[in-house]
């Protein structure tokens, strides 16, 4: 399972670069919460779903590019969730910090995390006991979080958090490394970076695959109350995670 939907991502992933390198994209336009959104967004969205459907037809499919009837979907125990490309603002500012995100939750908990980076063909992805790093299809290793004296702080490049700077000014010794989209999880499971605060919104999709790639590698992701986020599909909620920090310790 896990390697079909590692090399799921990678299609996904190769025909997003095809759209990056393209003169100009079909269409952009942006959603009621101000977030952007283009063709390639939809169209990775298209190549997933409908190759997860041929893969597990019985298991729901959650996406951000896809609409929903909270009330019909709240009792999903089992389903995808899948972020086609999460960091589009940064796809559009062409500095290849984007993602294509994939991960099966089970009973609210992620259980397999895909992460791809088209841009360097970088692949993270775990089965919620171990994590792996593969460059280019075929170089692999797995993957551990680390400690450091001076630890590296990754926040959002393109979200800031107004709590962030107090949170800072708890820390004595810090590294700031600004970066977008799910990378942030990435670097923390393989020990470039130690620390990812988040007080802002994020959704589901956003986190997951993330989530159980650090977990996986020794890390751990909890919300600011100590508890580990919560995927199981609320009306009340819609698809909104609190504010978390991950950590490698």
Known sequence: MLKHICQLARDAGNHIMK?????????????????????????????????????????????????????????????????PIDGTKEFLKKNGEFTVNISLIKNGKPTLGVIYVPFSKVLYYSDSKKSWKSINNSYEKEIHVSNSKIPVVVISRSHPDVELNSYLKKLKNYKILKIGSSLKFCLIAEGKAQIYPRFGNTNIWDTAAGSVIVSAA???????????LNYLISTSNSFKNSGFCVLSS
Request: aromatic fraction near 16%; glycine fraction near 6%; hydrophobic fraction near 35%.
């Open 218 to 228: 020794g890390g751990q992701v909890r919300t600011w109350k100590g508890k580990k």
């Open 19 to 83: 759209l990056y390198f393209s003169k100009k994209l079909t269409y952009k336009f942006y959603k009621l919460d101000n977030t952007p959104v283009t063709n390639a967004d939809h169209e990775a969205h298209e190549i997933i779903y409908k190759k997860l459907l041929l893969i597990t037809p019985n298991i729901p499919i959650v996406s951000e590019e896809g609409f929903y009837n909270l009330k019909m979907i709240k009792g999903y125990k089992t389903y995808w969730l899948i972020d």
